[in-house]
């Protein structure tokens, strides 16, 4: 179990990011260019801010690879 318990942390810390955006074009309601305008810029530095967070764990988990074969390697 000790071994499951960062995965999930991880999973859960991005299912709790991954909430659908509350754009002003998604729920019908069409407001003046201004509006949607900045409801797609919210959205655009959201999905931003997640493709650098998915970024950071596969560089981490790459290197924690590397650094797990690394050390397993017996001389």
């Known amino acids: 179990m000790e071994r499951f318990r960062l995965p999930a942390l ?3 810390v991005f299912l709790v990011f991954a909430v ?3 754009a002003v074009t998604d729920n019908g309601m069409t407001g003046s260019y201004e509006d949607r ?4 810029k919210m959205s655009r530095s959201r999905y931003r ?3 650098v967070a ?3 764990v596969i560089l981490i988990a790459g290197a ?3 650094f797990w074969v690394v ?4 001389p």
């Open 10 to 12: 991880l999973l859960a």
């Open 37 to 40: 305008a900045a409801a797609e």
């Open 54 to 56: 998915s970024l950071v």
């Open 64 to 66: 924690g690879a590397i």
């Open 71 to 74: 050390r397993r390697r017996k």
């Open 20 to 22: 659908p955006s509350s």
């Open 49 to 51: 801010g997640l493709e």
